[in-house]
């Protein structure tokens, strides 16, 4: 039987999968709910928006489930990512 030496220790990250927008509805004039699909391993999702897209994401919120709901008026753009 060979026995080998220890290897160096190894820094590594896990990468979830992004999570996927399938529902969007407008609850009211003022107010957006959306829905994604469940990432594998994921804790929960931050929630990103923008007005516009020259403009950098800023996250809004932390979630656990899989839909947000927000309530502004005017166009946003959204975007969720999963975190563990």
């Known amino acids: 039987i060979y026995n080998s030496d220890i290897s160096d220790p190894v820094k590594a990250k896990a990468v979830l999968g992004k999570p996927i927008?399938?529902?969007i509805s407008t609850v009211t004039s003022?107010?957006?709910?959306f829905s994604w699909e469940k990432v594998n391993s994921a804790t929960g999702y931050y929630v990103y928006r923008r007005k516009n897209t020259n403009e950098n994401?800023?996250?809004?919120?932390t979630?656990?489930?899989t839909d947000y709901?927000?309530?502004?008026?005017g166009k946003y753009?959204?975007?969720?990512s999963a975190y563990k």
């Open 21 to 23: 927008i399938n529902t």
């Open 69 to 73: 709901k927000d309530v502004l008026s």
């Open 77 to 80: 753009y959204y975007s969720v």
């Open 30 to 33: 003022s107010s957006i709910k």
């Open 57 to 61: 994401w800023k996250k809004i919120t």
């Open 63 to 65: 979630v656990k489930g």
